[in-house]
């Protein structure tokens, strides 16, 4: 009987790529920049993530969607630990996130402040609607041009 190679930190990266954040299903947890590490142990797994904000309801189905991914993978004990510090921030999204972001109608965030243009149109006139929106760490902006409202994921 042949034994299988234990698992390596880059297979289970690979394999977290494909696993959607549940708010904005384009964008994965790796994208997103929620997983602070992978360790391995053989075929056994811990994968930190930290919170985009404090009480974010979507932690609990990433944290279950991580486990299953990775079970199904083959993964024998896969263990989710939560780091709060440093706490997350839209800096630790990747380039390829914030592009897919863009192309879904969500503006990605910028340090400035507020979105540079329409998500749909790419017209710069844009303006705030409400500093919430459809989540908590999305703000309700609209289009002057095309008249469209769009979410702007909020820079924190």
Known sequence: MVTPAPLTPDQVWA???DVPDPE????SVVD???IRGVD???WAVTVTITPTYSGCPAMGVIAMDIELALAK???QDVRIATQLAPPWTTDWMSPQGLAKLEGYGIAPPRAAGGPDRCPHCRSQDVE???QFGSTA???QWRCRACL???DYFKCI
């Open 15 to 17: 394999w977290l790529e």
């Open 24 to 27: 904005i299903p384009v964008i």
């Open 32 to 34: 997103l920049g929620v």
């Open 40 to 42: 391995v142990d053989g």
């Open 73 to 75: 993978r083959g993964a």
């Open 128 to 130: 705030r609607i409400s």
């Open 137 to 139: 760490c999305k703000a």
């Open 148 to 150: 469209e409202p769009f």
